[in-house]
């Protein structure tokens, strides 16, 4: 553990600086750095532009590197040899902003609310990415330079999902080693409680269609004739689930790592109330696998979701007609250590198997990603909860995330290290919606937790 | 039966007139009387006022009805007390003209082509309505007047599901009083197989809809902790059928009319091959309830059929969510003596009882009209066998149809009259489609069949 002695410069720094790091994140959100909309290409590379000088400023050695798609930076800090690697990972760009109307002030024109800025991208990332690198910053020119190796590597295509982010890390693989990924990418567990998210879920998202006759057909001449494709797909999809909830494929829970009796207890202590989760969902009960809590469910088990379901006449009124197809989108989520492709191949040869032949099949793959799951006993996880602990004031959380991150087992494949999430919005933060907003003291916290991060590392 | 002495100047008389009939035919099919199309009002009303005419014309006391919509035709022959009625039900409306591209001459715009007119509405059903009023004018004209009490009730919203025919009737029925219904709206059993038709399916149309959460959930978040509304909808459908293919709504065939060993009998004699009926829908197999024929599954077994189901994302590639809601149009076909008020009511309490509490349930009602079958022993249905073995040269069989006409049970409930359905087009006639056609030696043969009919009908 680093000598708090040895972080009281760096967290006065930070104190100091907290009014110029607010003016400097109000900078760079101003800049209307929307990823999926061509037109504001000129936009995403300003925020680059703008993110490479902040981090060269800071006293790292950055360079803006060219992708086929929006450009990223990357830079290094001094070599420190013997000590541990950190790479900051984070991303300028950020959501398209929505519905206009429903936003209350200007999306790239921040505002304080409330004790919170207010601005698409304040919390997703740019916010969360600057907590980082001003952390880095207080280290170099408070703390005597920075205690470890610390890198950056920080993109501008997260929100449109990282197309060119596997090539560039396999390019730069040497450039960017290093013992732990950073990412303040994610969220507290709720307002009062800071959290270190160790894993997310794997997916595989399938499409299936079931072809009947060759068009849609007169229901009262052809009914009862010919197999129904809407029908046959009703009861294809109908066998996923038994009695229990469980997802009946073939070797489909064959890897899925149990829940540690420590973890399942940690979870069970979390603030979390069934009553209060239907109200903010708006669903009627609760369903699920047997045996398992909603956070178990929701963290630590695989589920398989119908995410759209079509054929036939789904217009206004009646067409009486039988439907030449019927399709699915069905997807699996994952955990820790079920294999997206064997579980891809084991849903496909089921489907195939108790597809009937009365219909055409088809399958298609739309998307395939691995689950994460961090060591929770490494160095990196112990000095993260003991940095949050001094950045907030409090304990953290170790939680986990229900959606799936594929930059984390490409990270953990190509470079070998391990991610260490420590997420500082709310996770009520309106990260994709109108009205985006991030506590400036949680901006702050995070900024100090980080800077224990780096300054707790030094020591293992 | 009549003595064909008497039919033979009715015969010559059609004979001679072929050329003229086929003229006035074209010229009732130069009108696009599309009932569906409001700016073709104008001309709906034309067809009426020319059809009006044409019966005056004919010998028949003619006069144009008005409805809340388009007018209809009411028409009497002279008095002849001591005979039976014969009401000839038609309509002058006619179906949209579909894709134009794909007509190989105008819609309205009659050409003969391999010995049948192609028009819209040559079949449906200009051209079969004026063989029976062709057929009655040449016993007006040449028969020394018409031999029974002959009536017409014409009307021009048939293609738009005939919306006010229930009141007219209704409102008319005294001067609608009859003994049988003259139908030639539909088709022979192949081209060269004449056909009486002797029922028609019910039809209970409903839609499902399965409320889960309170708007589109993020399928990580949220997948595996509630309902999916998507997946309870297959799971209910799926209950909708045994494995032999048997409804499994509870009381669903407690009325169903067995078949007769006769009609089982003809049914098995009939030219129908499954290998040629999957080659023409596409379909891989032929499915259906146990025990039956493919015919007999189409005419005289009650079907259940997802007409259209839909939820969640259905645009290409993936979205990640779990629908709030999910959706099913579902129609189940009645057969005599289902009543359809009962079979909807049937299948609300089913679906209610089955659905699970995860979702909220609603059910909404679309259509719902009971199934209609002849009595077969009629001195009508006799005289129909015997009309069209003079007419076309051929025995005709003795067919059913899958599709629901709520007319056929209306008149029997409102007027008390079975109806006789003798179509004289081909069931391949492209009634709804672009190409409609007629066969002019069809067209011939009908209105023989016709004018025997009334001569038959004379003598009972």
Same mark, same amino acid.
């Given at each position: &553990?680093?000598a708090?002695s040895?972080?009281?410069?760096?967290?006065?720094?930070?104190?100091?600086?907290?009014?110029?790091?607010?003016?400097?994140?109000f900078d760079?959100?101003?800049?209307?750095?929307?990823s $999926?909309?061509?037109?504001?290409?000129?936009?995403?590379?300003?925020?680059?532009? #703008? @993110?490479?000088?902040?981090?060269? $400023?800071a006293?790292?050695?950055?360079?803006?590197?060219?992708? =086929?798609?929006?450009?990223?930076v990357?830079?290094?800090?001094?070599?420190k040899?013997?000590?541990? @690697?950190?790479?900051l990972? !984070?991303?300028?760009?950020?959501?398209?902003?929505?519905?206009?109307?429903l #936003?209350?002030s200007?999306p790239?024109?921040?505002q /304080?609310?409330d !004790?919170a800025?207010?601005?698409?991208?304040?919390?997703?990332?740019k916010?969360q990415m600057?907590?980082?690198?001003f952390?880095?910053?207080? #280290?170099c =020119?408070?703390g005597?330079?920075?205690p470890?190796?610390f890198?950056?590597l920080?993109?501008?295509?997260e929100? /449109?999902?990282?197309?060119?982010?596997t090539?560039?890390?396999?390019?730069?693989?040497?450039?960017l080693?290093?013992?732990?990924?950073?990412?303040?990418? @994610?969220?507290?567990?709720?307002?009062?409680?800071?959290?270190?998210?160790?894993? *997310?879920?794997?997916?595989?998202?399938m499409?299936?269609?079931?072809?009947?006759?060759?068009k849609?057909?007169?229901?009262?001449?052809?009914g009862?004739?010919?197999?129904?494709?809407?029908?046959?797909?009703?009861?294809l999809?109908?066998?996923?689930h038994?009695?229990k !909830?469980?997802i *009946?494929?073939?070797?489909?829970y064959?890897?899925?790592?149990?829940?540690?009796a420590?973890?399942?207890?940690?979870m069970?202590?979390?603030?979390a109330?069934d009553?209060?989760?239907?109200k903010?969902?708006?669903s009627?009960?609760?369903?699920?696998?047997?045996?398992?809590?909603?956070v178990?469910r929701?963290w630590?088990?695989p *589920?398989?979701e119908?995410?759209?379901?079509?054929?036939?006449y &789904?217009?206004?009124?009646?067409?009486?007609i039988?439907?030449?197809?019927a399709?699915?989108?069905?997807? &699996?989520?994952?955990?820790?250590?079920?294999?997206?492709e064997?579980?891809?191949r084991?849903?496909?040869?089921?489907?195939?198997?108790?597809c009937?032949?009365?219909?055409?099949?088809?399958?298609?793959?739309?998307?395939?990603?691995?689950?994460?799951?961090?060591?929770?006993?490494?160095a990196g996880?112990? $000095?993260?909860?003991?940095a949050v602990?001094?950045?907030?004031?409090?304990?953290?959380?170790?939680?986990?995330?229900g959606g799936s991150?594929?930059?984390?087992?490409?990270?953990?494949?190509?470079?070998?290290?391990?991610?260490l999430?420590?997420?500082?919005c709310?996770?009520?933060?309106?990260?994709?919606?109108?009205?985006?907003?991030?506590?400036?003291?949680?901006?702050?916290?995070?900024?100090?937790s980080t800077?224990?991060l780096?300054?707790?590392l030094?020591?293992v």
């Open positions: &553990m680093a708090p040895a972080l009281q410069p760096v967290f006065a720094h930070l104190k100091a600086q907290a009014e110029n790091y607010r003016k400097e994140l760079l959100l101003t800049i209307a750095s929307i $999926a909309k061509p037109q504001h290409a000129p936009d995403v590379r300003k925020a680059a532009e #703008w @993110t490479r000088d902040r981090v060269q $400023a006293g790292l050695k950055a360079e803006l590197v060219e992708t =086929k798609g929006h450009p990223a990357i830079a290094e800090g001094p070599q040899s013997g000590r541990p @690697t950190l790479l990972y !984070g991303h300028f760009d950020v959501q398209p902003e929505g519905e206009l109307n #936003w209350t200007g790239f024109v921040p /304080v609310r !004790g800025v207010v601005a698409r991208g304040s919390a997703d990332d916010g600057l907590c980082g690198l952390a880095a910053e207080a #280290w =020119k408070a005597g330079g920075l470890i190796n890198k950056c920080l993109e501008g295509e929100e /449109v999902g990282s197309p060119n982010l090539p560039l890390v396999k390019e730069h693989a040497k450039r080693a290093c013992d732990y990924i950073l990412i303040h990418d @994610t969220a507290k567990y709720s307002a009062d409680q800071p959290a270190i998210t160790t894993a *997310t879920k794997g997916l595989v998202y499409e299936i269609i079931l072809n009947g006759p060759g849609d057909l007169h229901s009262g001449s052809f009862g004739q010919i197999a129904n494709p809407a029908t046959e797909l009703a009861r999809l109908a066998t996923f038994d009695e !909830g469980r *009946t494929i073939p070797g489909f064959d890897d899925v790592a149990p829940l540690s420590a973890e399942k207890a940690r069970a202590k979390l603030p109330d009553a209060e989760f239907l903010e969902v708006g009627p009960a609760i369903w699920g696998e047997a045996g398992f809590s909603t178990e929701r630590a088990r *589920t398989f119908v995410n759209g379901i079509y054929g036939g &789904m217009g206004p009124g009646s067409s009486t039988v439907p030449s197809r399709g699915a989108k069905v997807s &699996m989520r994952l955990v820790a250590n079920q294999k997206a064997f579980i891809e084991a849903f496909e040869e089921t489907v195939r198997q108790r009937p032949r009365t219909v055409r099949l088809e399958v298609k793959s739309h998307a395939r990603c691995d689950p994460y799951m961090a060591n929770l006993e490494s996880i112990r $000095a993260s909860l003991e602990q001094m950045g907030f004031g409090k304990t953290p959380v170790l939680i986990r995330e991150l594929p930059i984390l087992p490409m990270f953990k494949q190509v470079l070998g290290a391990d991610s999430m420590l997420g500082y709310l996770p009520s933060c309106n990260a994709h919606s109108p009205n985006e907003f991030f506590h400036l003291s949680d901006f702050e916290a995070g900024m100090r800077a224990a780096i300054g707790l030094a020591t």
